[in-house]
């Protein structure tokens, strides 16, 4: 009786030291999962900041060429119009030149003009 009482006597603390390492694994993987948790939170923090500020960045380059854009595209404006007005100016010089060279030379001027 001495050996059954030994042995269930081991036999209990080995099972209990099993059950105790068994908890201590499932904490330790529940601290895993805390600690990869908040990583994972901290850096979908940080990448949701670095993508506004790539996006504040664009916007502000966005804004930058707009307002060039939009220099350039008055300067063209102002060119054309000025090629407008000497386009017609050219056409009221060919005109005058025309009549004053007599009616059978104003086809030849206006073809060459066009």
Known sequence: MYVN???SSSIDDISRRAQELV???NDSRTTDQKVL????????????????QMKDH??????????????KLQELSEVL???TKL???????????ASLRGPGHQQDIRTLIN
Not at 42 to 47: G, H, M, S
Not at 58 to 71: A, G, K, L
């Open 23 to 25: 908890e201590k694994i």
């Open 5 to 7: 009482i030994y042995c």
């Open 87 to 97: 386009n017609s100016e050219l056409a009221e010089a060919s005109q005058a030149l």
């Open 37 to 52: 948790d908040s990583f994972q939170e901290k850096l979908v923090e940080k990448v949701t900041e670095m993508c506004q």
């Open 81 to 83: 119009e000025s090629c």
């Open 58 to 71: 664009m916007y502000t380059i966005y804004e930058e060429n707009s307002n060039e854009m939009q220099v």
